[in-house]
C-alpha cells in the first residue's frame, strides 16, 4: 500500500502540500525545521504558505507519517517517521549535536519505568550537556 493510498484508508485526502511536505522530508540529510521545509517547498512553489506546511505536518504526524524533536533550542524540528530513531546529544556551549543509537538511551528508559513508572519518549528529546571538546 502507498502513502497515497494508507493516507486515503484513513479518511483523509493526500494533497499536492502533504505530498510535497513529505518529499522535503524525504530530502533532507538530518531534522529539520517546518520554516527549512517551507523556504524548500517556496522555492519552487512560491504560492505556499508557511502556515500550510505547520498544518499538513501536524496533520501528518497524527497519521503516523512523521515525528518531532526538541533539542535544547526549543525549535521543533520534524523527520519522516520511518527513519530509524535515535536520541541526541547537544552542547550548551558551541551547539554541536550528535545522534546516538536508541541502544545507548534504553537502559535509563527501563531504569526511568522501573524506578518511577514513567514511560520515557527518549527520542523526543534531547539529552543537553558539554561535548568532549567543550569538557576538555
Known amino acids: 500500500m502507498t502513502v497515497a493510498d494508507d493516507i486515503r484508508a484513513k479518511g483523509m485526502r493526500m494533497t499536492v ?21 517551507a523556504r524548500s517547498i517556496r522555492a519552487s512553489y512560491p504560492q505556499i504558505d508557511p502556515s500550510t506546511v505547520y498544518r499538513n505536518l ?13 533539542l535544547d533550542d526549543r525549535v521543533t524540528r520534524w523527520r519522516r517517521a520511518d527513519s530509524p530513531q535515535h536520541g541526541h546529544l547537544v552542547c550548551r556551549r558551541c551547539g554541536s549535536e550528535e545522534e546516538i543509537s536508541m541502544s545507548v538511551l534504553a537502559p535509563l528508559a527501563k531504569r526511568l519505568k522501573g524506578e518511577h513508572g514513567f514511560s520515557a519518549d527518549l527520542a523526543h528529546s534531547a539529552v543537553v550537556g558539554l561535548c568532549r571538546e567543550c569538557a576538555g
Open 17 to 37: 502540500q502533504r505530498r510535497l511536505v513529505l518529499d522535503a522530508l524525504r530530502r533532507a540529510r538530518h531534522h529539520i525545521t517546518a520554516e527549512e521545509i
Open 58 to 70: 501536524e496533520a501528518l504526524e497524527r497519521l503516523g507519517y512523521v515525528t518531532h524533536t526538541h
